[in-house]
C-alpha cells in the first residue's frame, strides 16, 4: 500500500513537534541551584538528597524540591492595624526585619518554605513582628513612640530572636523605616507644637549665645589690664630666660675654650718632650760614637804599642846575646847618672873606694849573661803567647 506524499508531511511534522515539546518538557524539569542555597529533593514524599546548590533533574509528578536560601533575607512589615499609643491614637509604623537561616535542616522541619502555606517562614515572622509592634506601643506615650524608636527596636529583636531560637534562624537586625500618626488633625497640631517648640528653643538659645557673648566681652575688657600685665610678666620672664641662656652658653664657651687651650698644651709638651728626646737621643748617639772612636783610637795605639813591643821583643829574641850584652853595657851610663852620689855609699877607705866600686860592678858584669838569657827566654815566651793571641783572634773573627 503506498503512503501518500501528504501522509509523510503529517508524520514528520508531528514528530517535530513531539521532539520539541520533550525538549522543552526536558528543559523545564532542569534545575540548577546555587550554593548559597539549601536544597532539599523528595521522591515521593521522602527526601532523596539534601545539600548546598547543585543540579537536579526532577521527574514528573514522583520529585518535588524546597529551596532554603542561607543568605540574609528582609521581610517588610507594615504594622496600620490597631496599633494604638496610651493616648489611644492611632499610629501606624514601617519596619525591616532582617533574618538569616543557620540551621537549614532544623529550619525545614520546623516552618514551611511554601509562599502559599499559611505557615510560611516570612509570613510568621511578620504577624509575629507586627503582634509585638502593637503590644509594646500600646504602653509607650504617642511622643515617646515618635522620638524613642529605640525601644520598639529592642522589644521587637528580643521577642524574634527568642522565637526564631528553635528555628535554626537569626534575627540579625530590626530597623524602623518610619513612624506616622494617622489622625490627620493631631498630627498637625504636634507638628505645631513641635515648630513653636523649636522655635522658642531656637530663640532661648539665641538669648543665651547673647548672653554668653556679652559675658565674654566683659570679661576680655576686665582681664585686659591683666593680660597686659602678664604680657609684661611673660616678656620680663622671656628676657630673665634669654639671660641665662646666654650666660650658659657662655660658660660652655668658657669650658670648651679652657678644655682647647689645655688640650692644646698638652699636644705642645707632648711635642716638646719628644723634641728634646730626640736631642738626648741625638747627642747619646754622638757621645757613644765619640767614644766608641776614642776607644778605639787608643785600642789602635795599644795595640799598635804592643805591636812594637812585640817587635822589639823578637828582635831582642834573635839578636845575639853579646849584642845585648853590648846594649847593657851601653846603657850604664844613664843608669849610673841617675844615680845620686850624695845619697850613695862606698865600704872601704879611700884608698880602697875604686876597688870597692870595682868589686860591686864586677859581680854585676859576671850575672849579666844569666840575666841576658833570662831576658831571651822571656821574650821568647812573650812572642809565642802574642802568636798564639793572634791566631784565636783570626779564628774567632772567621768565626
Known amino acids: 500500500m503506498a503512503v501518500k506524499p501528504g ?29 548559597n542555597e539549601y536544597v532539599i529533593r523528595f521522591r515521593n514524599g521522602r ?17 518535588e524540591i524546597v529551596v532554603i536560601p542561607t543568605t540574609t533575607q528582609q521581610t517588610f512589615l507594615e504594622a496600620k492595624e490597631k496599633v494604638v499609643s496610651r493616648e489611644f491614637q492611632d499610629v501606624s509604623v514601617g519596619a525591616f526585619v532582617f533574618w538569616k537561616v543557620i540551621k537549614p535542616d532544623v529550619a525545614f522541619s520546623a516552618v514551611s518554605w511554601q509562599e502559599h502555606e ?25 511622643e515617646a513612640i515618635i522620638r524613642e524608636r529605640g525601644t520598639i527596636i529592642s522589644a521587637v529583636s528580643k521577642e524574634l530572636h527568642d522565637l526564631c531560637a528553635d528555628w535554626g534562624i537569626v534575627v540579625i537586625s530590626v530597623e524602623i523605616r518610619d513612624v506616622e500618626v494617622l489622625n ?13 517648640e523649636e522655635e ?20 576680655v575688657s576686665r582681664k585686659t ?16 630666660t634669654r639671660e641665662i641662656e646666654v650666660q650658659r652658653l657662655e660658660m660652655n664657651r668658657t669650658e670648651i675654650e679652657a678644655e682647647t687651650k689645655r688640650k692644646k698644651v698638652t699636644i705642645e709638651a707632648d711635642a716638646e718632650f719628644e723634641r728634646m728626646k730626640r736631642i738626648a737621643d741625638g747627642e747619646r748617639a754622638q757621645l757613644i760614637a765619640k767614644a766608641q772612636g776614642e776607644a778605639a783610637a787608643v785600642k789602635e795605639r795599644l795595640v799598635a804599642e804592643a805591636d812594637g813591643i812585640l817587635e822589639q821583643v823578637k828582635s831582642l829574641a834573635q839578636a845575639d846575646p853579646k849584642f845585648f850584652q853590648l ?10 847618672s841617675r844615680l845620686d852620689v850624695d845619697k850613695m855609699y862606698i865600704m872601704g877607705d879611700g884608698q880602697e873606694a875604686f876597688g870597692s866600686l870595682a868589686k860591686s860592678i864586677v ?7 844569666e840575666i841576658t838569657g833570662k831576658s831571651i827566654d822571656f821574650s821568647k815566651a812573650l812572642s809565642d803567647e802574642a802568636t798564639k793571641t793572634k791566631k784565636k783572634k783570626k779564628s774567632s773573627s772567621k768565626k
Open 184 to 196: 490627620k488633625n493631631l498630627k498637625n497640631n504636634m507638628e505645631a507644637s513641635k515648630q513653636i
Open 327 to 336: 846594649k847593657i853595657v851601653e846603657m850604664l851610663p844613664e843608669i849610673y
Open 118 to 142: 499559611p505557615d510560611y517562614i516570612e509570613t510568621i515572622i511578620k504577624n509575629a513582628a507586627e503582634s509585638i509592634i502593637r503590644t509594646t506601643c500600646a504602653n509607650m506615650p504617642l
Open 200 to 219: 522658642e528653643t531656637a530663640r532661648l538659645r539665641r538669648a543665651e549665645m547673647e548672653e554668653v557673648t556679652r559675658l565674654r566681652d566683659l570679661e
Open 7 to 35: 501522509t509523510i508531511g503529517l508524520i514528520v511534522a508531528a514528530v517535530c513537534v513531539f521532539a520539541f515539546l520533550f525538549l522543552i518538557f526536558l528543559i523545564t524539569r532542569y534545575r540548577k541551584f546555587k550554593t
Open 225 to 240: 589690664g591683666k593680660q597686659e600685665q602678664s604680657v609684661q610678666l611673660e616678656i620680663q620672664r622671656e628676657a630673665k
Open 47 to 63: 527526601v532523596k538528597s539534601a545539600g548546598k546548590g547543585g543540579r537536579v533533574f526532577l521527574m514528573p509528578v514522583i520529585d
Open 363 to 369: 859581680p854585676f858584669l859576671t850575672v849579666l849573661p
